[in-house]
Nanobody, 125 residues
Framework: VQLVESGGGLVQAGGSLRLSCAASGLTFNDYNMGWSRQALGKEREFVAAIRWSGGVTSYADSVKGRFTNSRDNTKNTVYLQMNRLKPEDTAAYYC???????????????????WGQGTQVTVSS
């Protein structure tokens, strides 16, 4: 299984970025997909998750209203649109896949089965 993130970079506060995560080696429709981030010296934290069908999403309070999680099952790709970025959003962003186990989407790292290598997002003030 491979999850490959892209789209990170340096942006000014108030700007936008769109992260992508391309999945291979798994049946994409059998997995919920999530995003987590880890800032330097801090614990990894949940950012967003989306159910296999795209019909259910979940967001951390810190990004609600600014970030949008979506997926294209025909392309085995999940996206994280990040608007109104803040310096505190600076982190490495990781994509993850959670095998379907129920009706909810995972919000904890230990619920996810596969992880990407991450893409760095830096927001300057």
């Amino acid at each position: 299984v491979q999850l490959v993130e892209s789209g990170g970079g340096l942006v000014q506060a108030g700007g936008s970025l769109r992260l992508s995560c391309a999945a291979s080696g798994l049946t994409f429709n059998d997995y919920n997909m999530g995003w987590s981030r880890q800032a330097l010296g801090k614990e990894r934290e949940f950012v967003a998750a989306i159910r296999w069908s795209g019909g259910v999403t979940s967001y951390a309070d810190s990004v609600k209203g600014r970030f949008t999680n979506s997926r294209d099952n025909t392309k085995n790709t999940v996206y994280l649109q990040m608007n109104r970025l803040k310096p505190e959003d600076t982190a490495a962003y990781y994509c993850a896949a959670e095998r379907l186990r129920g009706l909810r989407v995972g919000t904890r790292s230990n619920e996810y089965d596969y992880w990407g290598q991450g893409t760095q997002v830096t927001v300057s003030s």
